[in-house]
């Protein structure tokens, strides 16, 4: 799978959004259409992505799943305290509860 489609699903954009994100993200100013159009075109032709929408659509998949590890792991944490306040002997929530 495609690094640009990847980075597409994760934005819920399309492919093409993406490059016009990565353009200005490297060249800090908007693109052209037809600078976009053929990165595109050239894109569907080799299925390779231009260096800087590779190295923005890496980026965005990066923080993507270092968002992903940082949820899991609350999550992972969130749970151990819920089984451990659930396997606690019934008189210790009595404490708890009054």
């Known amino acids: 799978m495609s690094v640009l489609r990847d980075a597409a699903n994760i934005l819920d954009i399309s492919e ?19 600078q976009i159009n053929r990165a595109f075109s050239d894109y569907l032709k080799t299925q390779q992505p231009p260096h800087w929408a590779r190295h923005y659509a890496l980026q965005v998949i990066t923080r ?35």
């Open 16 to 34: 093409y959004d993406v490059l016009h994100q990565a353009y200005q993200h490297w060249y800090g100013k908007p693109a052209q259409c037809a």
């Open 64 to 98: 993507y799943e270092a968002d992903m590890h940082a949820k899991c792991k609350y999550l992972g944490l969130l749970w151990l305290l819920l089984w451990r306040f659930k396997t606690r002997p019934a008189y210790s929530r009595m404490v708890l509860d009054a």
